[in-house]
């Protein structure tokens, strides 16, 4: 096994992509590699099968061109070794023109694309070039995704942040607007939280938190949207549902929180960890965002004020307390830092 080094030319930016070029035929390795050297690639070359799967076990390799029929070598049964083995790595395959059933199959098993023999430098360049451009691109996608990912995950417990919270429910709502559809807003808070964190700590604290937000998601639907809304604080947007169901909904998850185990509850109050549970409904208890999410936050509030570990919806409109005492501005609570 040979190898070329080459640092900064190429197609590359940074570091140069790393090759392994396998073939039986030593004309082949020294022209291919000599050619994609000039290129700025980093390359190394295997003359046989087994060499070039103790080549690719090692590991490193962003692109591996082989020839399939190398002597005492199963075509189709080297690629499938080499993709399970490496499945990050593209597989490009050398064949002659005789063989371009064999190269079809093999794109079938996951080859990226077919270079035939005799070569062409320009052809070699470009599917080369192509194939790392192809993997850069979408490294850049996944990086993006993930960027996007970041803006919208609160890090602790991997629900919606608070931000992105009230960018769905506007648009939820806007949707229940306009085609006079039901909505419902559900406020959680964690019971004597800060009694829990202080005896424990606040690294049990937020494995709590994290069970809690497990328990919220798996309990609900995919069309649910679950944010966490503030430290202790969780908040639900559920589509296509009225007052009375939501309560049976929070219900079940009151239900579910006081029935998990969490370490070091023994010391609460009611030797549980447990949740309030506020909810509003549109349009029966409001028709903006504001309005909705001041109703629910007066709901969770009267959870509180009746004993917690329990369900409280909005009142109706004509029996609708003031504000006093109340957090009537949830909506404009800061966006939560990760705990």
Known sequence: MS????????????????????????????????????????????????????????????????????????????????????????????????????????????????ITKPFHVDHVRIVVAKTLDRRRLQRLAHDGESYKRLSRVDGLTELYNHKFFHQLLDAELERAQRYDRNLAILMFDIDHFKIYNDANGHPIGDLALQKIGSILTNATRRCDYIGRYGGEEFAMIVPETDKQIAVRIAERLRKAVQDAEFQGESMMPTGRLTISVGVSAYPDDGRTKRELLAQADRALYRAKQEGRNRVCPAPDAASSPDDSGVNAKAFDRPPLQSA
Do not use: W
Not at 69 to 92: F, I, K, Q, W
């Open 3 to 114: 190898e070329h080094n080459a640092r900064g030319a190429g197609h590359v930016e940074f570091e140069p992509a790393s090759l392994l070029i396998a073939d039986s035929d030593p004309t082949v390795l020294d022209f291919l590699s000599g050619v994609l050297h000039d290129e700025g690639y980093e390359v190394t070359t295997a003359s046989g099968s087994q060499e070039a799967l103790k080549a690719v076990r090692e590991g490193g390799f962003q692109l591996l061109l082989t020839d399939l029929n190398m002597p005492g070598t199963d075509a189709l049964s080297l690629l499938r070794a080499l993709r399970e083995m490496a499945p990050e790595c593209d597989v490009v395959v050398l064949t002659p023109y005789a063989g371009m059933e064999t190269a079809v199959e093999a794109m079938k098993l996951g080859a990226v694309d077919y």
